[in-house]
């Protein structure tokens, strides 16, 4: 799985987060978090990905060229969000034994 903790603040936009992973060959998927105020929430969320997200779409996790982390709609991009956002923790593979 792909894992990440992430915090906003109240006064931030209200917008939603999404995670984009490409491979070497190109091809990439993205996936959305589920709530579209993602970046109001003011304690830390984790967030767990199945990599079976990325693989159905056909991309080849074992040739991962770049990982995007973006803020709002990624089909619609918008200009003028303002706010903080930290993320924390950014984890891939399985869990350490």
Not at 15 to 24: A, K, N, P
Not at 48 to 63: D, H, Q, R, W, Y
Request: hydrophobic residues 40%; aromatic residues 10%.
């Amino acid at each position: 799985s792909l894992s990440l903790y992430f915090q906003g603040l109240a006064d931030n936009s209200a917008e939603g987060l999404y995670i984009t992973i490409q491979d070497s060959a190109g091809k990439a998927a993205t996936v959305a978090y589920s709530s579209a105020a993602a970046t109001t929430a003011t304690d830390w969320q984790p967030w767990t990905i199945p990599l079976s997200e990325f693989i159905s779409a056909g991309v080849k996790m074992n040739a991962v060229k770049s990982i995007v982390i973006g803020v709002g709609d990624k089909s619609a991009p918008a200009k003028g969000g303002a706010g903080t956002l930290f993320i924390d923790d950014l984890g891939y593979g399985r869990p350490a034994r």
